[in-house]
Nanobody
């Protein structure tokens, strides 16, 4: 059974940094898209960053415009783990952050990896709160 377990959330002041981790188990994750989404109560779930796990170097990554230059997604296939490094945090980054994974699929330039409907597996989330 596929499991995604997030950790690393917490409270931080604006301008600070946090690193979220997502530990995956129950399947092979060496040829999937993995992603971080976030959601504020009453609002739509928003994609933050995605990565395809099959590329041995930096991997193919995609970022939401709102986090480009501040957030970095990375992964270790050996550890079945994906991280989200968040720098220069803003109050509006406060949300529940979710890790997600697709079923096995090859990387494609035309694949819209920021769309949540593509993801079959989801973690329970980890809360990030940014204060002034």
């Amino acid at each position: 059974q596929v499991q995604l377990v997030e950790s690393g959330g917490g409270s931080v002041q604006a301008g600070g940094s946090l690193t979220l981790s997502c530990a995956a188990s129950g399947a092979a994750f060496d040829n999937v898209y993995m992603a971080w989404f976030r959601q504020v109560p009453g609002q739509k779930r928003e994609a933050v960053a995605t990565i395809h796990t099959s590329i041995p170097s930096a991997g193919f990554t995609t970022y939401a415009d709102s986090v480009k230059g501040r957030f970095t997604i990375s992964r270790s296939n050996a550890e079945n783990t994906v991280w989200l490094r968040m720098d220069s945090l803003k109050i509006e980054d406060s949300a529940m952050y979710y890790c997600a994974a697709t079923s096995p699929m090859w990387y494609s330039q035309t694949f819209k990896s920021l769309e949540s409907d593509h993801y079959n597996y989801w973690g329970q989330g980890t809360q990030v709160t940014v204060s002034s």
